[in-house]
């Protein structure tokens, strides 16, 4: 397995929900490239220095993407790629 480390920011071009209505991405834009989700897998929340985050695992059906949000779905980065 390949981790690339991005840490970079990305736009969101679709949201779905989750239970309990919770927002995750379907669709992100990455280097002019549009990139679907397929399968979410594992929502933590990390609260540091009195601001909370949440970090989700995404798949496109080949690649894990790790992505973080400010936890209010306004900017979104993404931390890396494994292939």
């Known amino acids: 397995?390949?981790?690339?480390?991005?840490n970079s920011p990305v736009s969101v071009t679709a949201i779905g929900f989750g239970k309990g209505m919770r927002?995750?991405?379907?669709r992100i834009e990455l280097e002019g490239a549009s990139i679907s989700f397929t399968d979410g897998g594992i929502r933590t929340v990390v609260n540091t220095g009195g601001r909370m985050a949440q970090i989700l695992s995404m798949s496109d059906?080949?690649?894990n993407f790790y992505l973080r949000s400010d936890n209010n779905g306004?900017?979104?980065m993404l931390?890396?790629?494994?292939q």
């Open 23 to 26: 927002a995750y991405p379907r």
């Open 74 to 76: 306004g900017s979104w």
């Open 79 to 82: 931390l890396s790629i494994s």
């Open 61 to 63: 059906g080949l690649r």
């Open 1 to 6: 397995m390949t981790k690339t480390t991005i």
